[in-house]
């Protein structure tokens, strides 16, 4: 059974850091893309970052140049740095990949961008 546990979210003053982790029970981990994406109140799910099972990542514009996606596939766990974070990045943060078709997520964590 594949279970992605987040943690790492909270509350950060504007221009601050955080940096989230997703660890996966997943068989064969560092062949899967990871994923991470983010829900805004009222407003739909968004894809953040993603990372290859060779490495290649890919960012939405909103977040390049401020957040890092990486992974250590000896833990099974993905990351993502975020830094300069804005109120705009306030939302729940899911991880996520696909296997078979499937998309599986986590629980998510929150995060707030507030002073």
């Known amino acids: 059974q594949v279970q992605l546990v987040e943690s790492g979210g909270g509350l950060v003053q504007p221009g601050g850091s955080l940096r989230l982790s997703c660890t996966a029970s997943i068989r064969f981990f560092s062949i899967y893309t990871m994923g991470w994406y983010r829900q805004a109140p009222g407003k739909q799910r968004e894809p953040v970052a993603s990372?290859?099972?060779?490495?290649?990542?890919t960012y939405a514009d909103s977040v390049k140049g401020r957040f890092t996606i990486s992974r250590e596939n000896v833990k099974n766990t993905v990351y993502l740095q975020m830094n300069s974070l804005k109120p705009e990045d306030t939302a729940v943060y899911y991880c996520?990949?696909?296997?078979?078709?499937?998309?599986?997520w986590g629980q998510g964590t929150q995060v707030t961008v507030s002073s």
């Open positions: 996520n990949t696909r296997i078979g078709g499937v998309d599986y």
């Open positions: 990372i290859t099972g060779s490495g290649t990542r």
